[in-house]
Nanobody
Framework: QVQLVESGGGLVQTGGSLRLSCAAS????????MGWFRQAPGNKRELVAG????????YYADSVQGRFIIARDNAMNTVYLQMNSLKPEDTAKYLC???????????????????WGKGTLVTVSS
């Protein structure tokens, strides 16, 4: 029902910044908690950040705490991930996802999300 399309990925040097966007169509995201996940080659998908339906609560993985910011603009039907101070270990495909009820707060939330985008690739050079 809801389609999610990520954009904003690319190649960036260590210490640089990128802003990812997740645009929804076919429905509104206002009724969904949202999350950003990432999957590096050979690794399992992991949770990066989550945000509740109103945007008033956020979760960050320890690995990105203080560097990444998740935000949402329900009027624009878009969720963002601002990534700062990027490191090579941040290299991964980044995917956004929506959950009807629960803000994702662990990698196990991977199996509870209702809708997924196809992802956008972020490569951080050393």
């Amino acid at each position: 029902q809801v389609q999610l399309v990520e954009s904003g990925g690319g190649l960036v040097q260590t210490g640089g910044s990128l802003r990812l966007s997740c645009a929804a169509s076919g429905g509104t995201i206002s009724g969904y908690a949202m999350g950003w996940f990432r999957q590096a080659p050979g690794n399992k998908r992991e949770l990066v950040a989550g945000i509740n339906r109103s945007g008033g609560s956020q979760y960050y993985a320890d690995s990105v705490q203080g560097r990444f910011i998740i935000a949402r603009d329900n009027a624009m039907n878009t969720v963002y991930l601002q990534m700062n101070s990027l490191k090579p270990e941040d290299t991964a495909k980044y995917l956004c996802a929506a959950n009807w009820n629960t803000m994702p707060t662990s990698t196990a939330s991977t199996y509870a999300m209702d809708y997924w985008g196809k992802g956008t690739l972020v490569t951080v050079s050393s």
